[in-house]
């Protein structure tokens, strides 16, 4: 069995965090399959998904994680190229990654309870952004 | 098809790299799946999953990498509010990963010679972990 | 429903950064599957998959992330180990990851317009690559 979900939501930009949690687990709860994976897709390139504990001493601390490994004011080929700024975006969102599959059992997600599932959103503007989930088992 | 099973085992913690491979495999092998995906997922907030040639030489080479990106010494704002002495941890758990998803065909995983499935912990102290799997196809 | 498609191609190595996205489309298209995810894996131990933004700014951009965190000219323990030269290759493939999964709808891959499927060989000479396919749904 497949169902698909997709959550929509806007956000601010500039590494906001958001966590997404209770959607995910509301659409598994709410589908009729009982047992198996959901996959958790961010569409776009400036954005990528992982689990973390949702709080404010470590959301500001990711942040300084990507500033630090991928800074925003260095030169970046994309901006010389295409003058968007936002070069710092898509290579941060390239190494955290689009896709988590998270495992659930009679319709709840098997994280743990300090473990949410987040989008990071690298872009240099606030954004509507899509989280495509395909919910998959029997 | 869906079948689940569990992996628990202890680490020591600070960058502790556990070689799950072979526990995989036998999930995988016992399973009455021939055919499809296994979702390998780490419970918890402050380790993760991925591949590496398991020898001694990168399992140290690894643990180097994540002390240059997030070094343990620097100020955490996690750390300053919850005093748990693991900012580190966290933020190096939701770079690498809490998910991996792994083919397999004929109840053999479908990885490289020299490519094994590990667990990266990183908090700073000794901890019993679970990690959950999901083995899902025909 | 599950079906396995094998990709092979050859790369340069030393970061040459390979988009996948038509083979993969196709291979979603031409399946019997027509909702679902498809798991791309890389096999081997010195490369990894993600998505980007495919533009040459960009590809330059993500070879440049990868050597400031995990630089090539400095000592690794598998190197000296093992006499390989690749150790950094090793170290940016684990923390990328090699496994990615990706929804489709209709046989059509729920990606971004400006998302492409790499892979990115950070070997350190030319290689033979395959990546593992693994379509499953309704």
Chains 1, 2, 3 share one sequence.
Request: aromatic share 6%; hydrophobic share 35%; glycine share 10%.
């Amino acid at each position: 069995m497949v169902e698909s979900k997709t959550l929509q939501f806007s956000s601010q930009g500039n590494c906001d965090i958001i966590d997404i949690t209770s959607q995910v687990g509301r659409a598994v709860h709410d589908s009729s399959v009982d047992s198996g994976t959901v996959t958790v897709f961010i569409i776009g390139s400036t954005a990528g998904v992982t689990t973390v504990e949702y709080e404010s001493g470590l959301v500001g601390d990711l942040k300084k994680l990507f500033e630090r490994i991928a800074p925003k004011n260095i030169p970046y080929g994309h901006d010389e190229r295409w003058g968007d700024g936002n070069g710092h975006s898509h290579v941060r969102a390239s190494l955290l990654g689009s896709s988590l599959v998270v495992p659930f059992e009679g319709k709840q997600l098997m994280l743990g309870t300090w473990q949410q599932i987040i989008v990071v959103d690298f872009d240099n503007r606030p954004r509507n952004r899509t989280v495509q989930l395909q919910i998959m088992g029997e």
